[in-house]
């Protein structure tokens, strides 16, 4: 998952906010860098979504100004233990900026907003063949959890 051709970025030079319409580019770009090809006019609908929902959270990284990174976040009530888990359902980090600090810093501030939005826990999902990203999960403190199984629903 990293280059090594970055040098670590000091957690200064990130920073961290709330994604909005006019940054529809950006989030289509890293949407598609995760694997999930999307428009930019898609991005924008999909923003305005996660803006008009107090349970989630779409927060984007720039370094040096440009954005390289994006996380979104999902509450949700977990009623085998009676609390609320805080899911990340996406995080990427550009390729140029991996390696640098920013997946770890977008990680440490779910973790912020989870304990401030009450949740007890926080979860990540990863598709089984990112394999670099369970090592960089594994390494930021997470432990491997429940098996998910998914069946696919149609259009």
């Given at each position: 998952m990293t280059t090594g051709a970055q040098p670590q970025a000091d957690a200064a030079d990130i920073d961290l906010r709330g994604a909005v319409p006019a940054d529809a580019d950006d989030v289509?770009?890293?949407?598609t860098q995760l694997g999930y090809p999307c428009e930019p006019a898609d991005a924008g609908e999909r923003i305005a979504t996660v803006l008009h929902n107090d349970r989630q959270a779409l927060v984007l990284a720039r370094l040096d100004?440009?954005?390289?990174?994006?996380?979104?976040?999902?509450?949700?009530?977990?009623?085998?233990?009676?609390?609320?888990?805080c899911r990340v359902t996406a995080?990427?980090?550009s390729p140029d900026a991996q390696?640098?600090?920013?997946?770890?810093?977008?990680?440490?501030?779910?973790?912020?907003?989870?304990?401030?939005?009450?949740?007890?826990?926080?979860?990540?999902?990863?598709?089984?063949h990112r394999t670099e990203a369970h090592a960089f999960y594994r390494a930021c403190g997470f432990s491997d959890g429940a098996v998910r199984f998914v069946k696919l629903l149609g259009d």
């Amino acid at each position: 998952m990293t280059t090594g051709a970055q040098p670590q970025a000091d957690a200064a030079d990130i920073d961290l906010r709330g994604a909005v319409p006019a940054d529809a580019d950006d989030v289509a770009a890293l949407l598609t860098q995760l694997g999930y090809p999307c428009e930019p006019a898609d991005a924008g609908e999909r923003i305005a979504t996660v803006l008009h929902n107090d349970r989630q959270a779409l927060v984007l990284a720039r370094l040096d100004g440009a954005v390289c990174g994006l996380m979104a976040l999902d509450y949700m009530y977990y009623l085998p233990l009676d609390t609320t888990t805080c899911r990340v359902t996406a995080l990427v980090v550009s390729p140029d900026a991996q390696g640098r600090g920013v997946g770890r810093l977008l990680l440490r501030d779910a973790e912020r907003r989870a304990r401030t939005g009450g949740a007890a826990r926080l979860e990540v999902t990863s598709a089984g063949h990112r394999t670099e990203a369970h090592a960089f999960y594994r390494a930021c403190g997470f432990s491997d959890g429940a098996v998910r199984f998914v069946k696919l629903l149609g259009d």
